[in-house]
């Protein structure tokens, strides 16, 4: 019986370890850290615009993931998709630590509760982001009692999902062929690609059971990787996606990585089978392959993000004594000050990224990956000696031991959350640093980006 048990965990493990070997290459960390000053004495930081992600949440569909796995998958103390208390407690200390850089710089007041002209904070309507905003504002501003605002009433935010409330109007058999191209020009083609992978994803969870292969193929026996695939139509022809193995994966190895986020015991990490962060992130590498295909296709991206594109760059220009040339003459942006914080999700931060040309990339993690809490940061500088303004941008999020653990992010003894900086297509690097532009070419750049059919006048009243 032992010969048996031990043919049967090979049988597991072995797919998995080709996976992780494949992987290893995206813990090599391809950026120095960031410095939490100016890039030289003297500058001015003017502003901060940033576009975080929400935080732990369980899966937002348990019901779909249960016929995928054999055994049972673990429970979450809140319902699905909502932020969890760890998962706040977590944004709690990513807050503290925008407090601690945002007071340094002197955006922030040290002491006394911040002004509305100082902090803005604006999330998607869904609670696990809402949730996300009012804990970091617990650690910018703590024991200010402030809350995020949200759009009010039912619907989807336009700034957030223009496509699903209807400003952005997306064609479905463009978005349909855009997809296919990124897939290699058709779907056989990223089958056979991921095969391996889906391969030993599918052995981890020991799928399928007879009643998925029943179901979905007509016969008792299947694996994971033989699911149907399709490019469908969704929510009434306002999305495109995928269906089948990749999108499913996409899903799991992400929920993976939520079990351990979310301090859950190591036998409930993936039942035990990829309880690290190495095997975890690796597997991810599934992830970012069906992302790279769907939020990140230019046609869906553009569509997808372009209204915050405009409301960062509007925010990033507020304050000047010069207007935004490139501006539209009824451009409205959010309500001016010096720091804003807009909480969405890994949609958002994948298509903006997306839609900028911009690429990044933190020790441990798979490229342009965005963990929980992750954010992509734009400051807005000023050199004294010329009045030269710059934009520096970068992606910072904590690694997942800090978020497991609940390490503090600030004290003399912190390490901090991982920082990259993110070169910004178009500009030449300013001040020998990469990830400086022009504030002038910053607002050109992205003006030439952003598609006005695809935005709205935004309304910020709760």
Not at 63 to 77: D, E, I, R, V
Not at 247 to 266: G, H, L
Not at 315 to 325: C, F, K, R, V, Y
Not at 427 to 437: N, Q, R, T, V
């Amino acid at each position: 019986m032992g010969n048996v048990n031990d043919a049967r965990r090979l049988r597991l493990v072995f797919p998995l370890l080709l996976t992780l070997v494949a992987g290893l290459a995206v813990f090599t960390p391809p950026f120095p850290a960031l410095s939490a000053g100016p890039p030289d004495d003297g500058w001015l930081v003017e502003k901060v615009v940033v576009l975080s992600r929400h935080g732990i949440r369980p899966p937002t569909d348990s019901a779909k993931l249960a016929p995928l796995s054999a055994s049972p998958w673990p429970s979450w103390p809140v319902p699905d998709g909502y932020l969890t208390p760890h998962g706040r407690d977590a944004m709690v200390l990513m807050g503290e630590f925008y407090r601690q850089r945002y007071v340094s710089a002197g955006l922030l007041p040290s002491r006394g509760c911040p002004e509305a002209d100082t902090l803005f904070v604006w999330a998607d309507v869904s609670q696990r982001t809402r949730a996300t905003g009012d804990a970091l504002l617990a650690g910018l501003a703590p024991g200010c009692d402030r809350k995020a605002g949200f759009r009010a009433g039912s619907g989807d935010d336009p700034l957030f999902d223009p496509i699903g409330a209807g400003i952005a109007h997306l064609d479905p058999a463009l978005a349909r062929q855009a997809i296919l191209e990124a897939m290699g020009g058709r779907i056989e083609a990223m089958k056979e690609g991921w095969n391996p992978q889906l391969a030993a994803l599918g052995n981890l969870l020991e799928c399928c059971g007879e009643p998925l292969c029943l179901a979905q193929l007509g016969k008792p026996d299947c694996a994971f990787q033989d699911l149907p695939w399709a490019i469908e139509v969704k929510q009434n022809g306002r999305k495109v996606g995928l269906s089948g193995p990749l999108e499913d994966a996409s899903t799991i190895t992400e929920v993976f990585r939520m079990e351990y986020d979310e301090n859950f015991p190591s036998d409930q990490v993936a039942w035990g089978r990829a309880s690290t962060p190495v095997a975890i992130t690796s597997l991810m590498i599934l992830h970012k392959a069906k992302y790279d295909v769907v939020e990140r296709v230019p046609y869906i991206a553009r569509l997808g993000a372009s209204m915050l594109l405009s409301q960062i760059r509007i925010a990033l220009a507020q304050g000047q004594e010069a207007q935004d040339p490139g501006a539209a003459a009824n451009d409205a942006g959010p309500p001016p000050a010096a720091m804003t914080v807009f909480v969405g999700h890994d949609t958002n931060l994948a298509e903006l990224g997306s839609l900028l040309g911009l690429h990044w990339s933190l020790a441990g993690s798979q490229e342009d990956d965005t963990p929980p809490g992750g954010a992509l940061v734009f400051e807005r500088l000023r050199n004294p000696a010329d009045g030269t303004r710059y934009v520096r941008v970068f992606f910072m999020a904590q690694t997942m031991d800090q978020v497991r653990f609940l390490a503090p992010l600030t004290g003399p003894d912190a390490a901090g959350p991982f920082v990259a900086p993110v070169p910004v297509p178009g500009c030449a690097p300013a001040a020998g640093m990469e990830s400086l532009c022009t504030l002038a070419d910053f607002e050109a750049f992205s003006n030439r980006r952003i598609d006005r059919d695809a935005t709205t006048t935004p309304d910020y009243r709760p």
